[in-house]
């Protein structure tokens, strides 16, 4: 049974449609990484998993959570699936463990105690635990973007949706970040992510989504999808002949 | 120039002084203090507020901006009392000054919420915020601090603003100031202590609102 389901999911902004009937399935523990030209839709995609875009017609269902545009639906929704953004999206005036406590404490009313210890184990699961007092002004581009995936592991969703995570990041701090998530993919975690790391994405997702112009131009396991590109577009994409 | 400067009158009118000075206090803290809350109020609803109530809070803060402070202090002291709204002075003078500063620091704070990175809201729905837990918990004090020092240079301006409810008898700084000086007739002498004082209370205002943002906002944040 699949985690999460999207069903010929179409999206419009105006008169431009981005997403022109998407269809995939992703089961439990899977990583399947998006790849595809900027415009493709991608990063479209991943937000309406997330219920940051409404969707026009289709639908979308994690694990049993409808996506629906209503409060109720969209909490539901969003306490299964964590996001993380390109730009890290800190709380600025937050400590590193303040970011990763106040979700716990806002929405699920955690005692304040139970949401440090939590904070502390997440910090410490991306190697951050010594920068628990640090305000993201602090840190660096890569320990920034740690503190937001532990921020989103505090709130214990089933799947991640990962938006270009390492786009906003100097080469050097690039390899902590997706060590990091290489990690969750190991310990069975369910990531579905928008990404330009083409060697991440062969090394270790177990699918590949090649997105063309509002499409899935082309799905399969990563050594099918790299090494053997059916399509003249995924091709040039992958810039091979 | 004869003129014989005279500040012997100064001990007797110290009590007189020190109340008018405890008034004036009194009204700009109570004045800042539900001020600004009801300006972070409606700061929420212009900028992402319920649609209804839109339209209420704009025209409030119209008409209080686009009014001399002098004329809403009469209409609520002289004019509500014609619909049997009837109130002391100093509550009079406390609410005029509360829905003035509500007003003006409504289009400030709404100015710090508008700067607010998108990303900010999305992170905090992405967590399961509501859009209200997002504002509250995510937006507002980065925001606050964004625009701070307008903040406080406006609360400075209701502050010494405050020195026309002397008109309505509130008895105030400025109120103890004509009060002396029409027993003793020493405008000069009289008009130069207020305007002393009113200065060092303007500067222990600044320093005051400066170390409370110290203690709300952290250093480093500037986003």
């Known amino acids: ?241 | 120039m004869t003129y014989q400067f005279d500040f012997s009158w100064l001990i007797g009118s110290l009590p007189v002084l020190l109340k008018g000075i405890r008034i004036t206090a009194q009204l700009i803290l109570i004045g800042a203090v539900f001020g600004v809350a009801l300006g972070i109020a409606c700061a929420w609803v212009r900028a992402l507020g319920p649609k209804w109530l839109k339209p209420v809070v704009a025209t409030y803060v119209e008409l209080i901006r686009n009014t001399p402070f002098l004329i809403q202090l009469f209409f609520i002291f002289f004019g509500l009392p014609s619909l049997g709204i009837r109130m002391s002075e100093l509550t009079a003078a406390n609410l005029a000054m509360i829905v003035n500063l509500g007003a003006y620091s409504c289009e400030i704070i709404r100015a710090g919420i508008q700067a607010t990175p998108r990303g900010q809201f999305e992170a905090g729905a992405s967590l399961a915020m509501t859009p209200f837990q997002a504002f509250w918990h995510v937006v507002l004090v980065p925001a606050l601090q964004r625009i701070w020092p307008a903040l406080s240079s406006q609360i400075v301006i209701v502050m010494l603003g405050s020195a026309v409810v002397s008109q309505i008898a509130a008895e105030d700084l400025t109120f103890a100031a004509n009060f002396i000086q029409s027993r003793n007739f020493r405008a000069f002498e009289t008009y130069i202590v207020s305007t002393l004082i009113y200065l060092a209370l303007a500067i222990l205002l600044r320093q005051l609102l400066a170390g409370l943002g110290g203690m709300l906002f952290p250093r480093k944040a500037s986003r």
């Open chain 1, 1 to 241: 049974m699949s985690l999460i389901a999207i069903t010929e999911v179409k999206k419009r902004f105006g008169d431009n449609e981005v997403l022109k009937g998407i269809s995939i399935d992703v089961a439990p523990g899977e990583v399947v990484a998006i790849i595809g030209k900027s415009g493709s839709g991608k990063s479209t995609l991943l937000r309406c998993i997330n219920g940051l875009e409404t969707i026009d017609e289709g639908s979308i269902v994690v694990a049993g959570a409808q996506f629906l545009p209503d409060e109720v639906h969209l909490k539901a929704l969003r306490l299964k699936v964590g996001m993380i953004f390109q730009q890290f999206n800190l709380f600025p005036h937050l400590t590193a463990g303040g970011n990763v406590m106040l979700s716990q404490m806002v929405v699920k009313k955690t005692p304040k105690k139970d949401a440090e210890a939590v904070a502390r184990k997440m910090l410490d699961r991306v190697g951050l635990a010594h920068k628990f007092d640090a305000l993201p002004d602090e840190l660096s581009g890569g320990q920034q973007q740690r503190v937001a995936i532990a921020r989103a592991l505090a709130m214990q969703p089933i799947a991640l949706l990962c938006d270009e995570i390492t786009s906003a990041l100097d080469p050097e701090l690039v390899a902590e970040v997706l060590a990091v998530v290489k990690e969750l993919a190991a310990e069975g975690m369910t990531l579905v992510m928008v990404t330009h790391e083409m060697r991440f994405a062969r090394d270790v997702c177990s699918r590949v989504v090649f997105m063309h112009q509002g499409r899935v131009h082309e799905i399969g396991a990563p050594e099918d999808v790299f090494s053997n590109p059916r399509t003249p577009e995924l091709r040039q994409f992958l810039g091979v002949q």
